[in-house]
Structure formats: C-alpha cells, structure tokens
C-alpha cells in the first residue's frame, strides 16, 4: 500500500536542507550537482557534498553546476536530479512512501518561476507539492507567530538573494529582494584582496576570510589570517596577511545596499506595522546572518532593534515542516473531514 510522508524543504541557492516530519532535518547539503559533460547527454554524477568535493579534483569533463541561482531554478533538469538524491535519501527509512512537500521559494517571483519549483518537486517523486515564500517560512521556523495582527521583519541573507519583508496576519505585506548576499560579499573580498595587495584570491580563500575574520562591524578580538593566492604581478604563488579591518572595508558596499534595502523596505511599511517592528525587533535569517555584528549594523542605520534568529541556517526548513501540519490540518478542513 502506498502511504506518504511530510517533508519539508529549502531549496536555497547555497544550501538545501529537508526536513522530514516527526524526523527532524535529515539533509544539509550544498546545492551543487556534478555533471559529466562531453558525451552527447549530460550525465549527473554526484549531487550534494559529495559533488561539491569533486569540484577542482576531478578530470575536465566533469563540471560543477549550482542549478538554482538567486533563489530560482536556473537548471532544471539538475534541480530535478538533486532534489530526487535528496528526497530519496531523507526518505530511506520509509522507501515506499510518496512525499507530500512543502517547498519554500523566494518572495516576488515569477508564476513559471514558481511552477518550475513545483515542477520539479513532482519530477523528483514528490506526490502533493506546496509553495511557501522564503520570508514566511523563515518567520515560522524561529517562531514568530505571523498569524498575529502584529508585525513583523525578516531579513534574510543567504548566498544569492537578500529578501526583505514584513509580515502581519499570515501574509507578505511587502518585500523587496536583491541580489546582494554572501556570494557578493565573498566577490567583494577578492576583488578588494585583487585591489590592495595585486594578488588573486579563490573564492573558497574569500568565504573562509569572511567566516573566519569577517564582521559588519568592528568586534573585539579582531584578528588576521594568512591566506594564499597568486601575485598578479610575477603571476607566482604568494602568502599574504588579511586583517579583520580588510574584510570589513571590503563589505562596505555590498552591506550599505542590504542596509538601504531595509530601509526603503521600512519607509513603505505602514506606520502601524513600522511601530510593531520597532517594538519587536528585525529577525535575521540566513547564513549571511552568522556575519559578526550584523545584527549591530542594522540596529544602528535603521534605528530599530535587530536579533539574529537561533540557528539562522535552519529556519527556513523549520518553517516549511511546521507549515506541512498546517496544511495537511487545512486540506482536511477543506475536504471536510
Ligand atoms: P541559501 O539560502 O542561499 O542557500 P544559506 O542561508 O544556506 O543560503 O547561506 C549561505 C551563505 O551563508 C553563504 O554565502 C555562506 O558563505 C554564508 N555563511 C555561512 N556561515 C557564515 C558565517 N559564519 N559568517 C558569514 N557568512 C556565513
Ligand atoms: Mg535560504
């Protein structure tokens, strides 16, 4: 007999992570899919970590796709392919179920972009998809009770898209998203790096830089790391330090934009809401939001008070499981039962 499970899933451009119901996160893998390229058909030969360690060590006829980009599908049939290793692997426990999903998708987008991530689910053997916008899910994950007529700000920076929006009755009351976000800010490192000291870093070296010493805002304990890179000069391999004080500068524009972005996305807020988030406060999600002093930054160009959300890589998936009861509680209402 068939019988289904509830699984949750954020589908990020960096990371996806899947949730399954009563079972916790069983998925937290880089959206990464290896493809063998050459013979007349793409073949997939990894997704996941195990692709994403194939990057840079394997023969050049195998490559390395991200098929979603800023928060939407940019290759199909890759998406299709991770997400049918994914779901089969968060399912292994129960082979014969079909998945119900509850899959999250960046706020504002296109209807085919939003058919293309139904699309795919269903591709991948799902058998009931849903769609809940990233900002939403966020909120429920670290437990904000949108269903109050109370509201609330999300701003969440993940590796592609920073969405912004505030939320009151259950729903977006407005959002504004860019493309500014933990990629950017590993781009902006090495071009700074590429500026200041005409060496040529990875963009792996970038990321390690900004988790390691990286910071919105000046924090005790600053420090500096060696890195490695190639002198643009002689072209030769060559050891350089990075300060804290490097990283910061570098960030300055990309973490102005999410700044104004915040900011513009409050001027729209109606003033009774505005008052509700000065009282509780901008919820920070996304791994953006592990950027030292982030939080600090905000509060102190906005004006209001800014927390980063418990786990902040976590709560989107969180949002989208509990969502699962929801709406299987709302499909029977429906149905009568
Ligand atoms: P997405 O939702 O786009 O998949 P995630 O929420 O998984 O993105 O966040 C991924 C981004 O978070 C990456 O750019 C990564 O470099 C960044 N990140 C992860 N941990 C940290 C940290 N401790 N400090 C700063 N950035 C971080
Ligand atoms: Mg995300």
């Known amino acids: 007999m068939l019988f289904s ?67 939407v599908i940019a290759d199909f049939g890759s998406t299709v392919a991770m997400l049918r290793q994914f779901i089969k692997k968060a399912m292994a426990s129960s082979p014969l179920a079909r998945a119900r999903v509850m899959i999250s998708i960046p706020s504002g987008v296109t209807e085919v972009e939003r058919k293309a991530v139904h699309d795919a689910a269903i591709a991948a053997g799902a058998r009931y998809v849903s769609l809940i916008e990233v900002p939403m899910a966020a909120a429920i994950g670290a437990g904000v009770s949108v269903t109050q007529p109370k509201g609330a700000m999300v701003v969440d920076i993940g590796g592609g898209t920073t969405q912004v929006a505030v939320l009151s009755l259950g729903d977006v009351v407005c959002s504004r998203s860019i493309r500014v976000a933990g990629d950017v800010f590993d781009d902006a490192i090495v071009q700074y790096i590429r500026r200041t000291y005409n060496v040529l870093i990875g963009e792996r070296t970038a990321e390690e830089l900004k988790i390691s010493i990286g910071s919105a805002s000046r924090y005790e304990g600053e420090g500096a790391m060696d890195v490695r890179g190639r002198g643009l000069i002689d072209g030769l391999p060559k050891n350089i330090e990075v300060t804290s004080e490097d990283v910061r500068v570098a960030l300055t524009d990309p973490l102005n934009q999410i700044v104004e972005t915040v900011r513009t996305t409050l001027e729209k807020t109606p003033p009774e809401l505005a008052a509700d988030i000065m009282d509780t406060g901008i919820l920070l999600t996304g791994g953006g939001a592990l950027l030292r002093g982030m939080d600090k930054l905000l509060t102190e160009k906005t004006g209001m008070p800014a927390k980063i959300a418990e786990e902040p890589m976590d709560c989107v998936v969180t949002g989208t499981a509990i969502c699962l009861d929801r709406d299987t509680l709302n499909i029977r209402k429906r149905a009568g039962k």
């Open 5 to 71: 499970q509830d699984i949750g899933i954020d589908l990020g451009t960096s990371n996806t992570l899947i949730c399954v119901r009563n079972k916790g996160i069983l998925i937290r893998e880089p959206s990464v899919v290896a493809v063998q390229v050459g013979s007349a058909e793409k073949r997939v030969v990894a997704v996941g970590n195990e692709a994403k360690e194939m990057i840079g060590r394997t023969p050049g006829s195998i490559v390395a796709v991200r098929p979603i980009k800023d928060g």
